[in-house]
T-cell receptor, first 110, second 118 residues
Framework: AQRVTQPEKLLSVFKGAPVELKCNYS??????LFWYVQYSRQRLQLLLR??SRESIKGFTADLNKGETSFHLKKPFAQEEDSAMYYC????????????FGGGTRVLVKP | GAVVSQHPSRVICKSGTSVKIECRSL??????MFWYRQFPKQSLMLMAT?????????EQGVEKDKFLINHASLTLSTLTVTSAHPEDSSFYIC??????????????FGPGTRLTVT
């Protein structure tokens, strides 16, 4: 079975401070990992995926297979980063189905 | 980018009635769509995979006779909640699968439908 865990329900940081959202997963094969973001009153949208190895809006995430983690990081948080963030996993055996973590609400204070 | 719409955005119905939610891909064709359910302050839980021209595939624990899914065209999937009960009150979200370069896929999400059963 595949599972995604986001241990923090809420992260509150000041503008300009670093922010790290934790994501741990369990999956027996080689998964694809994603981070999705949902801004207030907007739909869920893809932020980044591990296979792209890119930085989006200043966010990066590295897949650590040894620790089965895919933490999301940004060195200098901005107020517009306040949103709900979901880590998601797609296992090859499950086709294109996504399993989502519980989500972390990020609040960036001025 | 790909846009997915849902209709209605919110609906209130009485116990025992049925309600239909539509999910449309506006500027692309989607052979596969997904239906999720989200309870307040909880994550999205996949209910079923909707495939154009064939039966939907339901996740374990989801009653297929209660949550009827029809994917009759390449741009429309519908979810009908039959004989609704208050515990069916939730936020229902659909997504459409879009093929990208290199055999990669991405899900584009609709805005969601808030169902309240009284």
């Amino acid at each position: 079975a595949q599972r995604v865990t986001q241990p923090e329900k809420l992260l509150s940081v000041f503008k300009g401070a670093p922010v790290e959202l934790k994501c741990n997963y369990s999956y027996s094969g080689s998964p694809e990992l994603f981070w999705y973001v949902q801004y207030s009153r907007q739909r869920l949208q893809l932020l980044l995926r591990h296979i792209s190895r890119e930085s989006i809006k200043g966010f990066t995430a590295d897949l650590n297979k040894g620790e089965t983690s895919f933490h999301l990081k940004k060195p200098f948080a901005q107020e517009e980063d306040s949103a709900m963030y979901y880590c998601a996993l797609k296992g090859k055996a499950a086709g294109n189905k996504l399993t989502f973590g519980g989500g972390t609400r990020v609040l960036v204070k001025p | 980018g790909a846009v997915v719409s849902q209709h209605p955005s919110r609906v209130i119905c009485k116990s025992g009635t049925s309600v239909k939610i539509e999910c449309r891909s506006l500027d692309f064709q989607a052979t596969t769509m997904f239906w999720y359910r989200q309870f307040p302050k909880q994550s999205l839980m996949l209910m079923a995979t909707s495939n154009e021209g064939s039966k939907a595939t339901y996740e374990q624990g989801v009653e297929k006779d209660k949550f009827l899914i029809n994917h009759a065209s390449l741009t429309l999937s519908t979810l009908t909640v039959t004989s609704a009960h208050p515990e069916d009150s939730s936020f229902y979200i659909c997504s459409a699968l879009v093929g990208l370069a290199g055999a990669a896929y991405e899900q584009y999400f609709g805005p969601g439908t808030r169902l309240t059963v009284t």
